[in-house]
């Protein structure tokens, strides 16, 4: 079984199937660990991703169409 961790939850998160999700922007350190083996792969998260709902507040609050 191999089990992820994040080294900064609250930069990134990863499930147990290793779905790993940007919370914040940041880097945080994701790693897989099966018995003795263990490897890791440095995250960077730049941004927030946006709904279409999301966008669509933001046309209407600055009056600008971003689609």
Partial sequence: ??????SDESIA???????????A???????????????????TVEGKKLSLSELEKIRLQYGRPWI
């Fill in 1 to 6: 079984k191999i089990i992820w961790s994040s």
């Fill in 13 to 23: 998160t990863v499930s147990e199937d290793g779905t790993v999700t940007g919370v």
């Fill in 25 to 43: 922007i940041g880097t945080a350190t994701i790693t897989a660990r099966c018995g003795d083996i263990e490897e890791y792969c440095l995250i």
